[in-house]
């Protein structure tokens, strides 16, 4: 009976493994919809974002060149059936409809003055219809004036001396192609001083993840290494701030740049942040499951305090340097509130980039494949750096499981 049970298990396990991953693959492809959809609109034109049904490849009307002229196409009916791809010359042409006599489901649209008048009248619903003569596929035939219609005048780019074919608006099809706007991307740069935003959000980025790598090292290295009076209780007040809301500390927080006269300048976004509560203890913990023999023997080989936390200490942690600055880099690229209040809305020499885009939103509704480039900008920098970080990402998560 044992051994038998032991394929059933084992035939769940794989089912229930199964059922796991395709769960988490449903969910990834939904969780990437929205994204797929977003890049996709950023190479669109204004026009081909808002067509519905939505498309994932963008698409431009078609165009050829008649006569020197670069007309669009459209897919037009023929008179004798069938259709083709022509380019228009004319559009808000007077035209008429016409039927045949004989069946009224044929219609034929064209300027009156083309056809000739056949002399004689048809009652068609108790109305007298005046009837002319039409020539298609090469055979005459009786058709009457049914009413007038406005539409538009096709040619043969392959032969514009042809006759041309004469359509209404409902009857036609545009032609189009698939084309990539990457120009969205340059023309979005050069909007609401997007550009300006871009590079203020670098440097504030690189400073605040580079201050904040720095002082959590240097305040985990001190709460893990260094005995002095007092240590455990300094260690829990600083981390007890974690609990305090950002929303209590803007206030005051305001206030104090107001006096020290920061207000709309770039340092009240970087000098505010370079300490983090959250990185000394993240860095404080891993520091900790460093063996202490490491530090002593670095010691006994006449290395300095300074020496073992930069040769030692450091290079063991990469992993948890890795998730500090993929934390630091992701708030401080996606800060928006203490921008807002800090930052004069028109003040675009010193805005950010969540700032502008949320302007951009507003400015450049109509043109939502502008605003979806800006987005992509916006994006790709925190989905680049987390995809290089993500290995020492996992690293740090395993590890810190095993040694817990």
Same mark, same amino acid.
């Given at each position: 009976?044992? *051994? /038998?049970?032991?394929? @059933?298990?084992?035939?769940?396990?794989?089912?229930? &493994?199964? !059922?796991? $991953?395709?769960?988490?693959?449903?969910?990834?492809?939904?969780?990437?919809?929205?994204?797929?959809?977003?890049?996709?609109?950023?190479?669109?034109?204004?026009?081909?974002?808002?067509?519905?049904?939505?498309?994932?490849?963008?698409?431009?009307?078609?165009?050829?060149?008649?006569?020197?002229?670069?007309?669009?196409?459209?897919?037009?009916?023929?008179?004798?059936?069938?259709?083709?791809?022509?380019?228009?010359?004319?559009?808000?042409?007077?035209?008429?409809?016409?039927?045949?006599?004989?069946?009224?489901?044929?219609?034929?649209?064209?300027?009156?003055?083309?056809?000739?008048?056949?002399?004689?009248? @048809?009652?068609?619903?108790?109305?007298?219809?005046?009837?002319?003569?039409?020539?298609?596929?090469?055979?005459?035939?009786?058709?009457?004036?049914?009413?007038? *219609?406005?539409?538009?005048?096709?040619?043969?780019?392959?032969?514009?001396?042809?006759?041309?074919? !004469?359509?209404?608006?409902?009857?036609?099809?545009?032609?189009?192609?698939?084309?990539?706007?990457?120009?969205?991307?340059?023309?979005?740069?050069?909007?609401? +001083?997007?550009?300006?935003?871009?590079?203020?959000?670098?440097?504030?980025?690189?400073?605040?993840?580079?201050?904040?790598?720095?002082?959590?090292?240097?305040?985990?290295?001190? !709460?893990?290494?260094? &005995?002095? *009076?007092?240590?455990?209780?300094?260690?829990?007040?600083?981390? +007890?701030?974690?609990?305090?809301?950002?929303?209590?500390?803007?206030?005051?927080? $305001?206030?104090?740049?107001?006096?020290? +006269?920061? @207000?709309?300048?770039?340092?009240?976004?970087?000098?505010?942040?370079?300490?983090?509560? $959250?990185?000394?203890?993240?860095? &404080?913990?891993?520091?900790?499951?460093?063996?202490?023999?490491?530090?002593? =023997?670095?010691?006994?080989?006449? =290395?300095? *305090?300074?020496?073992?936390?930069?040769?030692?200490?450091?290079?063991?942690?990469?992993?948890?340097?890795?998730?500090?600055?993929? !934390?630091?880099?992701?708030? =401080?690229?996606?800060?928006?509130?203490?921008?807002?209040?800090?930052?004069? /809305?028109?003040?675009?020499?010193?805005?950010?980039?969540?700032?502008?885009?949320?302007?951009?939103?507003?400015?450049?509704?109509?043109?939502?494949?502008?605003?979806?480039?800006?987005?992509?900008?916006?994006?790709?920098?925190?989905?680049?750096?987390?995809?290089?970080?993500? &290995?020492?990402?996992?690293?740090?998560?395993?590890?810190?499981?095993?040694?817990?």
């Amino acid at each position: 009976m044992a *051994r /038998s049970g032991r394929p @059933v298990r084992g035939w769940r396990g794989q089912m229930a &493994r199964l !059922f796991v $991953y395709f769960s988490l693959t449903v969910a990834g492809l939904v969780v990437l919809i929205p994204f797929v959809f977003a890049l996709s609109g950023s190479f669109k034109t204004a026009e081909d974002v808002f067509t519905y049904p939505p498309r994932l490849l963008p698409h431009v009307p078609a165009t050829a060149t008649v006569n020197g002229e670069e007309l669009p196409l459209f897919t037009v009916p023929l008179p004798g059936g069938g259709t083709a791809d022509l380019a228009r010359s004319e559009n808000g042409t007077s035209l008429r409809e016409f039927r045949k006599v004989d069946d009224p489901e044929f219609v034929l649209v064209a300027p009156r003055d083309q056809l000739t008048p056949a002399g004689t009248v @048809v009652v068609v619903d108790g109305e007298d219809k005046e009837v002319y003569l039409a020539t298609v596929d090469g055979q005459q035939v009786q058709v009457y004036d049914n009413r007038s *219609r406005i539409g538009g005048t096709y040619v043969d780019p392959a032969d514009p001396a042809a006759p041309p074919v !004469f359509a209404v608006p409902a009857d036609v099809t545009p032609v189009e192609e698939t084309e990539f706007q990457t120009g969205n991307y340059s023309r979005v740069l050069g909007l609401n +001083g997007f550009d300006r935003a871009l590079t203020n959000t670098v440097l504030i980025t690189i400073l605040v993840v580079g201050g904040q790598v720095l002082t959590s090292i240097l305040g985990g290295y001190a !709460f893990s290494r260094l &005995r002095f *009076r007092g240590r455990d209780k300094l260690f829990l007040f600083y981390l +007890g701030s974690i609990m305090i809301p950002f929303v209590v500390l803007i206030i005051p927080l $305001y206030r104090l740049m107001v006096g020290i +006269g920061w @207000v709309n300048d770039l340092v009240s976004l970087v000098i505010p942040f370079v300490f983090t509560a $959250y990185g000394t203890f993240l860095m &404080r913990q891993f520091f900790v499951t460093i063996p202490k023999e490491l530090e002593e =023997a670095a010691i006994l080989d006449g =290395a300095s *305090r300074w020496t073992t936390l930069w040769k030692v200490f450091v290079p063991l942690s990469i992993p948890a340097i890795a998730t500090l600055t993929t !934390f630091s880099f992701l708030y =401080a690229w996606n800060s928006f509130v203490w921008p807002l209040i800090v930052i004069d /809305s028109g003040n675009q020499e010193n805005s950010v980039l969540a700032l502008t885009l949320a302007t951009l939103g507003g400015r450049a509704a109509d043109n939502p494949n502008l605003v979806l480039a800006g987005v992509m900008i916006a994006m790709i920098p925190p989905v680049t750096v987390f995809l290089l970080a993500q &290995r020492y990402f996992v690293e740090n998560v395993a590890s810190s499981g095993i040694k817990g």
